[in-house]
């Protein structure tokens, strides 16, 4: 492989974890931009959208494309891109174990583990309950819990192993919705409580991402890309508004 | 001061819960919880004196006043240590999004109280309206020292 052809492919490979995991456009060609500066190659031609990108060198002949088909949320993987593009920038390594580093953030990666991420969910949601709306009786936590923990279990689920977008948050807010149904039919909670459960077991799935690159990118400039965002954060709030539209209506 | 102290801490738990949500790295948790606990401590603060029915223009400073907080710290802890901003203003900005405002408008859509729905959804328009353009003037500020530090240097 000849070097302006390391250059783009770990260029590409870079902008390609980048924007797959989460990452605002602005970084991605910043990001790439900088690996061909720093690999002798000024003036690379660097084009990104949300669902794409596409480069050039300045003195190569070929152009090329990759396309970002599915996209999710890792910022662990973000950061370790920007980790290795400062180590290149400042010389610490090489291009080629900069390319094989990347191929590594690909493949293995420090996640945390499932239950550690239910537990998150079901803290976000107990605390947020409280501070929205200051009810703090022990058995409203506990049904925080169990609809903040099982809404989040069956996003988790179905995002991971159905991989169906926007059913994930439909079919957990429905689950977020039944809870909370049962807390008021069943144990006497008035309405108030009721909310309070859902409102809190609602924001673990919170689309944060989305909105706040929605609104990154159309501050720099990407017309495109932004509103394309905003879409997908409108629609996760749909899909969540709808489940919970259907269970509130049975109440 | 007990009140804003309790809230804190659980803006912290919660934004630390919601970057491992995120997946974000290890050692930017603890910094993303401190912040999101002072956004969400400063927005307590401006609306403490207003009882139950927080007034919308009040909310609203409170909402800018915290954007512009979580923003400039986000852009300075992103230059401390090095890591992107995105890990730091993501999570601390959740305790702050409407989802109590949010829901009501479905809740009241459903039940048929369209004018109560309305009324929250313009809450709601208020709130993001509010954080986004303290993230703005977060941005703005963060360019003018970054710009009187390069002057300073250049003499």
Same mark, same amino acid.
């Given at each position: ?116 991420? /239910? &537990?998150?969910?079901?803290?976000? $949601?107990?605390? +947020?309950?409280?501070?929205?709306? %200051?009810?703090? *009786?022990? !058995? ?20 991971? /192993? &159905?991989?169906?977008?926007?059913? $994930?948050?439909? +079919?957990?807010?429905?689950?977020? %919705?039944?809870? *909370?149904? !049962? ?21 673990? &799935? ?46 | ?155």
């Amino acid at each position: 492989m000849d070097e302006a052809q390391l250059v783009m492919d770990t260029a590409l490979l870079a902008g390609q974890i980048l924007l797959a995991n989460g990452s605002e456009i602005a970084r991605v060609e910043d990001t790439m931009q900088r690996i061909a500066d720093n690999a002798g190659y000024r003036y690379a031609n660097i084009f990104v959208l949300l669902t794409g990108i596409t480069m050039s060198l300045p003195d190569g002949e070929s152009t090329q494309v990759r396309p970002i088909h599915s996209r999710t949320i890792d910022l662990e993987k973000v950061a370790q891109v920007n980790t290795l593009s400062r180590q290149f920038a400042s010389d610490e390594i090489d291009l080629p174990t900069f390319y094989q580093q990347l191929r590594q953030i690909e493949v293995a990666v420090p996640t945390f583990p499932f239950w550690l991420q /239910e &537990l998150a969910a079901i803290i976000v $949601s107990m605390t +947020l309950m409280v501070a929205f709306t %200051g009810i703090d *009786a022990p !058995v409203k936590l506990l049904f925080a819990m169990l609809a903040g923990g099982g809404g989040y279990a069956v996003f988790y689920y179905v995002n991971h /192993e &159905l991989r169906v977008r926007f059913l $994930s948050e439909f +079919l957990a807010s429905l689950v977020i %919705g039944f809870v *909370a149904y !049962v807390g008021i039919h069943w144990l006497g909670f008035t309405h108030a409580a009721g909310d309070a459960v859902i409102i809190g077991a609602l924001m673990p &799935l919170v689309p944060g991402v989305p909105i706040m690159n929605a609104f990154r990118d159309t501050m720099s400039g990407n017309y495109l890309s932004g509103p394309a965002r905003a879409v997908e954060a409108v629609l996760s709030v749909c899909a969540i508004g709808l489940g919970i539209a259907i269970m509130v209506s049975l109440w | 001061m007990i009140h804003i102290i309790i809230e804190g801490i659980l803006a912290y738990a919660a934004t630390v819960g919601f970057g491992i949500i995120l997946n974000i790295p290890r050692h930017a948790l603890n910094v993303a919880g401190w912040i999101g606990a002072a956004g969400w401590a400063v927005y307590e603060l401006i609306v403490l004196k207003s009882g139950p029915q927080i007034p919308l223009a009040q909310m609203a400073i409170g909402m800018l006043t915290a954007g512009l907080l979580i923003g400039v710290l986000s852009n300075w802890a992103a230059r401390v240590k090095h890591m992107p901003v995105i890990l730091f203003n993501i999570p601390s900005l959740v305790p702050l999004v409407p989802g109590g405002q949010a829901y009501q408008v479905i809740r009241n859509l459903v039940t048929g109280h369209g004018n109560i729905a309305l009324d929250y959804l313009g809450q709601v328009i208020a709130i993001a309206g509010m954080i986004a353009l303290g993230f703005l003037l977060s941005e703005l500020l963060v360019r003018i020292t970054y710009r009187l530090r390069h002057a300073l240097k250049a003499k």
